[in-house]
């Protein structure tokens, strides 16, 4: 275990992790991180007495321990941990530097989303969001004005697609992965509500 902690822990966070555990006869928490669709997913569990694997890190929480899965390092290393406690709002409030997709070519795509595609549909309340990246066809969910849009397959169509292919040019298709029957004007009429793969 190194002598070093891979994250750190707020006073807030400290305090959370005894307030939880007073009463109980576990001796501290374990954090598991992994990446799912360009984000990360934190889960919290108790670890019993005898429960601690000696391989995971641990940061001290006064009496009690916050381990952190030795498999996440990788995805939580230099990580602010922090507790957030706002009248009924409470919640874990972690300032992660890693980036959250494992590939540099999902890290650019789900990038040119961010600063070129999104600002311009963000103007009629859309967004476009890379959920996955396999054998170069890109995957993407569609949220606010254009899910349910009877402009959405145009959008994806004309605009998205181009964008990407120019820029990428190993890209050779696009699943629109979204559940349009669910959208405030739905226009699909198929079970999964996806729209075939787009091929240049």
Same mark, same amino acid.
């Given at each position: ?37 360009? #984000?990360? %997913?934190?889960?919290?569990? =108790? !670890?019993?007495?005898? +429960? ?79 959920? #996955?990246? %396999?054998?170069?066809?890109? =995957? !993407?969910?569609?949220? +606010? ?15 998205v697609i181009r964008i990407l292919s120019e820029k990428f040019p190993q890209i050779t298709g696009l699943v629109d992965t979204t559940n349009h029957t669910a959208g405030a004007a739905p226009f699909f009429t198929t079970e999964t509500g996806t729209i075939p793969t787009f091929k240049n």
């Amino acid at each position: 275990m190194p002598n070093h902690p891979i994250a750190t822990l707020t006073e807030k966070a400290v305090q959370k992790v005894r307030q939880a555990l007073q009463g109980r006869s576990d001796i501290g928490v374990r954090l598991t991180v992994i990446r799912e669709a360009g #984000d990360f %997913k934190y889960k919290f569990d =108790y !670890v019993a007495p005898g +429960g601690a694997d000696p391989r995971d890190f641990a940061l001290p929480c006064g009496e009690y321990q916050f381990f952190i899965n030795r498999e996440s390092e990788t995805l939580i290393k230099g990580s602010t941990i922090d507790y957030s406690s706002t009248g009924l709002a409470q919640a874990w409030v972690i300032d992660n530097p890693n980036p959250a997709w494992d590939s540099e070519l999902a890290r650019e795509i789900s990038k040119v989303f961010n600063e070129t595609i999104n600002p311009g549909l963000a103007e009629h309340g859309g967004h476009i969001k890379l959920v #996955d990246l %396999k054998e170069n066809i890109v =995957y !993407v969910e569609m949220s +606010g004005g254009c899910q349910g849009c009877a402009m959405a397959g145009k959008t994806l169509y004309h605009g998205v697609i181009r964008i990407l292919s120019e820029k990428f040019p190993q890209i050779t298709g696009l699943v629109d992965t979204t559940n349009h029957t669910a959208g405030a004007a739905p226009f699909f009429t198929t079970e999964t509500g996806t729209i075939p793969t787009f091929k240049n």
